[in-house]
């Protein structure tokens, strides 16, 4: 079975374009590859390697991704190159990783990693190689469309990654290609079955982009140290204490260590379960509350920095859009209005829960993935009691 999906990416395409597809070793690059074959192109593989372990002993999936990617580029016949991006990614994305942390945020490397690394070191290689595009196994689409590219959802709801690429530019997305946009994950892994690839059924990766699996903890603590401190409750009362702000994101049920007590019982004491919903930088103090309807868990406004639209431009704002705070989230009726300086305020049309600092905000209109920006903060109940804890009411 042969799709066609280059006429959605720029109309007519030549059946000789060079194309340098990132392989990762996993399923879909690997049939994103396979389709560009069928098509005509000239197909060169290419491996990133973007990640050496600092201590031996440490996890090893890149060298048994490598093999798998050799081997379904021999199966295609087609050249596998390898490149080192390890400076790079310190630079662009892992360095910005920690700084996020160490200001108590939780931070997205997969954006920056797509926009640094898959979309600048690895285009420009690709360029340099004499390459006219490059290809992933991202499922999303580009459409050209009165010489602008715009980026659209893949049709699989369940796999739709333009949430991850919303800061992409015009440039990149002209020598970008997904052919995986138009299928859904089950289609992609039975092409992988009928080619014979040894990697059909691999488990998609997980973790931290590029460095996989981890303890997170004990990964973190190599880089940044902790201060533990206090646990407190909105109202200010002591029942625990913390490892170090950085290992807690908002929204967080588990690994709190205070089990189900409730608020002035002992440490046997029962009650619903404890969620993280807010950090106290300022006092190093983590404040927890109890139940998952929490009011300080919720909010309709937040306050976004470092905002990218895809076009090069905002639309006209204020403007009614939806949004999405975290991957898969379904999308959320918003307006979005303009504060300068590249930053933006969304308000919602129903509270969201668990929004959380250093994750992007991503904005569509239908399915285009218009841009999005890095949350900075929210506006609501939780900003209102954290003031009153910092003043002692």
């Known amino acids: 079975m042969v799709f066609s999906f280059l006429p959605v990416v720029s109309g007519s395409m030549p059946r000789d374009r060079r194309v340098i597809v990132g392989m990762s070793g996993g399923v879909d690059s690997s049939v994103a590859a396979l389709l560009l074959q069928q098509q005509g192109c000239k197909v060169t593989g290419l491996f990133m390697r973007n990640w050496e372990d600092p201590e031996p002993g440490g996890p090893c999936q890149a060298a048994q991704d490598a093999r798998d990617a050799l081997a379904v580029c021999e199966r295609l016949g087609i050249e596998l190159d390898a490149v080192n991006f390890t400076r790079q990614y310190w630079d662009r994305v892992f360095r910005y990783f920690l700084e996020e942390y160490a200001r108590g945020r939780t931070p997205n490397p997969d954006v920056l990693c797509n926009k640094e690394i898959k979309f600048r070191a690895f285009l420009d290689h690709a360029l340099a190689q004499g390459a006219e595009f490059i290809a992933t196994g991202h499922y999303a689409r580009v459409l050209r469309q009165g010489g602008r590219f715009r980026l659209l959802k893949g049709r699989d709801p369940d796999k739709d990654q333009s949430y991850f690429l919303h800061a992409l530019s015009q440039e990149q997305l002209a020598r970008a290609w997904f052919p995986l946009g138009s299928l859904r994950k089950q289609e992609v892994r039975a092409l992988a079955r009928r080619a014979g690839f040894p990697n059909h059924d691999k488990k998609d990766s997980t973790g931290i982009c590029f460095i996989g699996e981890r303890d ?178």
């Open 216 to 393: 997170f903890k004990t990964f973190l603590q190599r880089y940044l140290p902790a201060r533990p401190g206090e646990i407190r409750t909105p109202e200010g009362e002591v029942v625990g204490r913390h490892e170090g702000l950085m290992f807690y994101t908002i929204g967080q049920r588990k690994g709190m260590g205070i089990g189900g007590r409730r608020a002035g019982d002992g440490p046997a004491g029962g009650g619903a379960p404890w969620y993280v919903v807010a950090k106290d930088m300022e006092r190093n103090v983590l404040v927890v509350a109890q139940g998952s309807d929490h009011p300080m868990l919720y909010a309709t406004r937040l306050v976004t920095e470092r905002v990218h639209w895809i076009a090069g431009s905002p639309p006209p704002l204020p403007a009614r859009l939806t949004a999405k705070t975290r991957y898969r989230q379904p999308d959320q009726p918003c307006l979005v209005t303009d504060l300068g300086e590249g930053r933006c305020r969304v308000i919602f049309h129903r509270p969201q829960r668990a929004i959380t600092p250093g994750q992007s905000v991503v904005f569509y209109r239908g399915e285009e993935c218009l841009g999005g920006g890095i949350i900075a903060g929210v506006e609501g109940v939780a900003e209102e009691m954290l003031e009153r804890m910092e003043h002692g009411a």
